[in-house]
């Protein structure tokens, strides 16, 4: 039986040090680190094991209190509801300094869930800061343990003290379910992302603001969908590098890549306003080349002035533009309204399949024939170029193999009126399919 993992919440004033401990007990550099305070915004979800136990465990941005920064007060509103979720909860200090406003605000917060919690003076890299432990044991938190995140000192006396608040006597694992679909959101900045992750959630899951470059991590979330499991990755958004001269938006861009690159899907989105622009192609150039299914989105659609053909000129400006495309689910929606919204995962799960999608040898070379018999390949210098045999070769993307005698003869043309018919016949709407000419 599939047993629920505890959820560990990560709180604490900014630059203690959270990001640095989740991404280690994470093994991984999921959260962005920075010395500049402030880095983390949204909830950020992971999943670490330790000597065989599943635990998930979730960063949160630095609590500050009082502070009416649309940033700030939407950090608080996030930990609010980590907190909320959370069967333990770190809190994180600064071992080397004094307690603050903003440490007994949280402590205070802490006491009034009424959970377990487990107070962790970071920064304590060798025994010599240990000395200044005692005055935390004023925020009235029974359990106290120094250690160092960056170097990993005492973590795993930690992570013991974990399992045994959680009562966890056994091992605890997820069910791995084989209709787990993954879904990237990508696009330019301030197009939407975080409202379309938050409209497909029906939550607040991401901080949403009219500020360009709000989301800074990659947020997975996760729901279930008509009995299918589904995570949604919300990401930066993603310029050209030459642009970025920031590092903080160069590892969020870093990190968009590394979420497409994980996805089954990708949602690409395009500001309607601002319509089809080069750095949209760049992005969905991207996508296309890493092999991932891909459903183009025209976002904020309530904003535009419409007639009866307007929709149709769009459609036109980006086939126009990337003649690709037309191989591609696209849909207009407002994430804001909710405007077609609930479609989305209707058509990112179509391409999830058709991603997946095996087809018979006999049926694609019975394809083959009748499609030659319509439009034969041309001769090239002389030789007559015999397309003998197709089959399939990779599946998430598809790739087919074809077998001839000339294989550097086939032209782009014919290349390209082989794929269509492809797509025609056994519907790969939204997956980019290759086709591989390999000598017989």
């Known amino acids: 039986m599939n047993k629920k993992l505890p959820l560990i919440a990560i709180i604490g004033r900014p630059n203690v040090g959270k990001s640095t401990f989740f991404n280690r007990m994470l093994k991984a550099r999921k959260a962005i680190v920075d010395a500049q305070e402030g880095i983390t915004r949204d909830r950020i979800y992971g999943k670490m094991d330790w000597e065989g136990h599943e635990i998930n465990i979730v960063d949160t941005g630095g609590f500050i209190p009082n502070d009416v920064d649309i940033f700030t007060a939407a950090i608080r509103s996030q930990i609010k509801q980590a907190v909320e979720e959370a069967d333990l909860i770190l809190f994180i200090v600064d071992g080397r300094e004094n307690t603050t406003s903003s440490d007994r605000e949280l402590a205070q917060i802490t006491h009034d869930t009424g959970k377990k919690c487990i107070l962790v003076v970071n920064k304590c890299d060798h025994a010599g800061f240990e000395e200044n432990i005692y005055q935390w044991y004023e925020l009235g938190i029974e359990t106290v343990i120094p250690i160092s995140a960056l170097t990993g000192r005492s973590t795993g006396d930690l992570l013991e003290i974990v399992i045994e608040k959680l009562d966890i006597t056994y091992p605890v694992s997820a069910q791995d379910d084989e209709d787990n679909m993954r879904i990237t959101i990508v696009g330019m900045p301030n197009v939407g992302k975080s409202s379309l992750t938050n409209a497909l959630l029906q939550k607040e899951q991401t901080i949403v603001t009219p500020i360009a470059g709000t989301t800074r ?141 095996r087809i018979n040898t006999k049926e694609l070379n019975e394809w083959l024939a009748k499609t030659i018999a319509v439009h034969p390949v041309s001769a090239i210098q002389g030789k007559l170029i015999k397309l003998k045999f197709i089959t399939q070769v990779h599946a998430e993307p598809p790739v087919f193999a074809i077998f001839c005698n000339y294989p550097k003869f086939i032209s782009t043309s014919y290349r390209r009126y082989l794929e269509n018919e492809l797509y025609k016949q056994f519907n790969f709407s939204g997956v980019p399919v290759k086709l591989s000419f390999r000598n017989s």
């Not at 861009?253 to 309607?272: F, G, N, P, W």
């Not at 929709?311 to 036109?316: G, I, T, V």
């Not at 191989?327 to 405007?339: D, G, V």
Request: proline residues 1%; glycine residues 4%; contains cysteine.
């Open 217 to 357: 991590d990659s947020i997975d979330s996760h729901l279930v969908w008509y009995g299918k499991n589904i995570t949604i990755v919300d990401t930066a958004g993603m310029r050209k590098f030459a642009k970025v001269t920031d590092s903080i938006e160069y590892y969020s861009s870093v990190r968009a890549r590394q979420a497409t690159a994980s996805a089954h899907v990708v949602l690409v989105l395009i500001d309607a306003e601002k319509r089809f622009c080069r750095q949209d192609k760049t992005i969905i150039d991207y996508v296309i080349k890493m092999g991932k299914g891909l459903v183009l989105i025209v976002n904020k659609w309530d904003l535009i002035e419409k007639d009866s053909s307007t929709m149709s000129e769009y459609k036109r400006e980006i086939a126009g533009g990337f003649k690709t495309l037309s191989h591609y689910p696209l849909m207009f929606i407002s994430a804001l309204t909710r405007q077609r919204v609930s479609r989305v995962l209707d058509v990112a799960w179509n391409v999830y399949e058709a991603r997946r999608k």
